[in-house]
């Protein structure tokens, strides 16, 4: 593993096309957990609502 | 100048292997540690399984007041999903990586999915049940979420279960797969019997605050359990993740794989054969108690003694497949098992026998122990190493469909006969039960042509000589019970 390799994104060693990857398992995660999150206080605002 | 740049790519290069999620070096030996940690995904799934069918069932109709079809409605809807596990499998099997993985993706996302509807469900079901404010509330907001949290665990569920097998069996050689299939098996029921003593105490008594802990305690514990087993356990392989060929078609995969001798046969037996076990597992304890006058405590010990039963054949079936049986042998021992244990279960009720019940009850899961070993073993043996996955998605997808129907239709089939018959309150169950006999046959005679084509040894060297099958360690096992998504 060369370390000079232009392909490889500074400072993980990744190449851009696993960085990228690795990023989208992020980006998916944080939408589905966000829409998870979202009807769950809808749900629970329904139940039980505060602020009134 | 001190070159920064290089000096922190050698650090992080020296340090990485040991913080990521992946095995670098995979290793021909894979100790039993490991394999037990990769079967955590098992307990997850067994803990789900019964939180849906059994604590969730009975919570949903007695504490929150829900009719029971429309209980019976959304606890079937993860079935839906069922099918579309010969998908998934056949998904991992060709997923295209820039990191060189292909089962830990699905299985992050049938997490995910499983996490979601689990986190979602408490507040869906006390909506539906219009507990507090949730009276005024539209009854679409109800039943759309509580349908939504119910098909996300499904989804997930049947995902997890798929992929991991898959990547167990990627990660064994095929003498070593029958010790698989049952290790994983017998986690997935360890898994069950634990998480239902867990919820059965902590719901001792109920709360709506206790419901919303115990689900959502269910959402982290399933979260934490799969990402230990998942660790470090998949391979990468930068060949196949830099490829560039494209993804060969569900649709011609599938091709493939049926046009092999057998091969849609084999699923038939499945389907016969787990539709006849499966038909009565409902009916088992209703039958004790109302026809042989069971009391609560003795039905509620009829499933363990089903469970156990399984749990024996099981495990004798592994070590006699470890030994090199025929794996198609063994399903039919365990459908030929069955035929008397079904008789035995309708022939109770003249009697009125509770011991030769409770034995032939026992006889009953041995024989779906037996079976559904031998098939899941000739399921994986008999497929191409790269369509594991498919392979064990078509299994499952026929199992738990056949399973799922074969249940609803077994309580269909006793209402009609109860309602078509006043007088005897024994015939709408041994109606059932003899059903169950004759699938069993049904499946014993379907196996006897798969047989000959599949393990025929002179067949078998040609066709692992000519077509299909590339030399060197075949496929793999992992195990689940093809109830799983009953």
Known sequence: MPDNDPDKVWPTGLTLREAEEVHSYLIDG???????ALLAHILVAVTTPWLG | MFDYRSFALRRVARIAPHYLP???????????SRLLRLSLFQVTVGMALVLLVGTLNRVMIVELRVPASLVAVMLSLPLVFAPFRALIGHRSDTHRSALGIRRLPYIFRGTMLQFGGFAVMPFALLVLSGFAEAADAPKWLGHGSAAL????????????QTVGLALATDLVPEADQPKVVGLMYVMMLTGMIASALVFGWLLQVYTPQRLIQVIQGAAVVTVVLNGIAMWKQEARDRQRGSSTAPRPPFRAAWAAFAARPGAVGLLAVVGLGTAGFGMADVLLEPYGGQILGMTVGETTRLTAVLAGGSLAGFTLASIVLNRGADPLRMAGLGALAGVPAFLAIAAAAAGGSVALFVAATLLAGFGAGLFGHGTLTATMRTAPREQAGLALGAWGAVGATAAGIALAAGGVIRDIALRLEGGDAALPYTTVFGIEALLLVLALAAILPVRRKLFDPARRRAISAGQALPPGPRPVAGAGAPAAGA
């Open chain 1, 30 to 36: 944080t939408r589905v957990f966000g829409a998870i």
């Open chain 2, 22 to 32: 992946f095995a670098d070096v995979a290793s021909p030996e894979v100790p039993l």
């Open chain 2, 149 to 160: 949290a119910f098909l996300l665990v499904g989804a997930g569920l049947h995902m997890v």
